[in-house]
């Protein structure tokens, strides 16, 4: 006779199917328990991002045009983010090390230092004192306007290379200091629109400002003529990029760390008010530029799309738990994150109705690392991130050849 045990049917026991999200959570529970031993350096909130993840597809249809890039002064450029022209077709962008560059007919000159000259520009430690210059634009004085992340908001002399400060960090607006000064657009009767990422964290820890998901960051309106800094709109998640529209009567606010881009009515009825634009963004959105089609680039210091992961979105995997962020902050060095981003730079083309028309793409990151401002000027698009070695640079012709196609 037969035992019990070997009457049963192995093969009919149930099959256990495992989402991504569960081995991530269950694979993180021995991680979890070093919270009751280690204090963290942040405080974050929850946050459930919209779903599903987009899909590349329509608009954001894969391909590899940003793979099609020149890189101009590998190893010359660290870090060159933003950029602005003046009306003599002269390219500027500011880098890692506190440096303003010109850079004309692919010749390369010094402007000027938001800060000390040193060794150490360029780490982390010394980027208070060297400064790190991030969103800049031309006023309508012809002085090339900055804004520093510590320093403050600048104003160039791009004859002598002397800088002034109009408002320092400091000083602030309305008695609070700025603590993160990212990105700034101009209006054409002098006024200047620039954000200030988070009341709490500097650039060097921007990634903890990431993982806070709080909404402590505002942006700033400076009247060039008056003198006169006021906060326009508070209670943003890390306000990243700002750009104006075309009839300069809105403004679109890039909220990185919850992948979308608000908008902020300076005219019309619903002056003064504010509402999304565009949610669920297949990348984090960093700084945004009109392009000649009306429509905006907006450059993504990481990505989000299905596939992008095995496992999923990392953010939108960890976002609804505070006490996982808080592990991961507290025993993961800030030089480290890099390992959570995919492998995939993304620019993405906006309308003005919110709509993905089109993306620039480098799946693999095999020419262009990752893709923080798509800049196009006199038929070229420039690209640049904080982190990249290099300036890309990639003709506009290219890009309009793949869309017809």
């Not at 969103?135 to 309508?140: D, E, L, N, S, T």
């Not at 090339?144 to 320093?151: E, I, P």
């Not at 993982?211 to 700033?220: A, K, M, N, Q, S």
């Not at 890039?254 to 669920?280: C, H, P, Q, W």
């Amino acid at each position: 006779m037969k035992s019990e045990s070997a009457e049963i049917n192995t093969s009919a026991s149930p099959q256990i199917t495992w989402t991504g999200r569960q081995i991530f959570l269950v694979a993180l529970l021995p991680v979890i328990t070093c919270l009751l031993f280690v204090s963290s350096p942040i405080d974050p909130l929850p946050y459930t991002f919209p779903s599903p993840l987009p899909r590349l597809e329509a608009g954001l249809k894969k391909n590899t045009l940003l793979q099609q890039a020149d890189r101009w002064f590998e190893g010359l450029l660290i870090g060159p983010e933003s950029f602005a022209a003046d009306t003599n077709g002269t390219i500027y962008t500011g880098t890692a090390d506190g440096r303003i560059f010109s850079i004309k007919q692919k010749g390369l000159s010094l402007v000027a230092r938001t800060g000390i000259d040193h060794p150490q520009c360029g780490s982390a430690e010394f980027e208070p004192r060297c400064g790190r210059p991030k969103g800049m634009k031309i006023g309508p004085d012809g002085k090339l306007y900055v804004v520093d992340s510590y320093k403050g908001l600048l104003k160039v002399d791009l004859d002598t290379g002397d800088v002034e400060t109009v408002v320092s960090n400091k000083d602030g607006s309305e008695g609070v200091p700025f603590r993160f000064l990212n990105s700034m657009d101009i209006s054409s009767d002098g006024i200047i629109y620039f954000t200030d990422s988070s009341n709490k964290w500097e650039r060097r820890d921007f990634r903890y400002a990431v993982l806070e998901t709080r909404p402590d960051g505002r942006v700033i309106r400076y009247d060039i003529r008056t003198g006169i800094c006021r906060t326009l709109l508070s209670g943003l998640y890390l306000a990243n990029g700002i750009a104006l529209t075309a009839d300069e009567d809105a403004l679109l606010i890039a909220e990185m760390s919850i992948a979308r881009i608000r908008r902020f009515y300076l005219k019309g009825e619903k002056a003064g008010t504010s509402d999304i634009f565009v949610d669920n963004l297949p990348g984090y959105p960093d700084n945004i530029k009109l392009n000649t089609r009306g429509n905006f680039y907006v450059g993504s210091g990481s990505v989000r799309f299905k596939g992008s992961s095995p496992i999923g979105s990392f953010l939108d995997l960890i976002g609804p738990y505070p006490s996982v962020k808080k592990v991961i902050a507290a025993v993961t060095p800030l030089s480290a994150y890099n390992v959570f981003m995919p492998k995939h730079a993304l620019v993405v083309e906006i309308n003005i109705d919110g709509l993905i028309v089109g993306s620039l793409h480098d799946p693999g990151v095999v020419r262009i690392g990752a893709a923080s401002e798509a800049f196009e000027f006199n038929g070229t698009v420039f690209i640049g991130h904080y982190q990249s070695p290099y300036l890309g640079v990639l003709s506009s012709a290219t890009i309009n050849a793949e869309r017809s196609a």
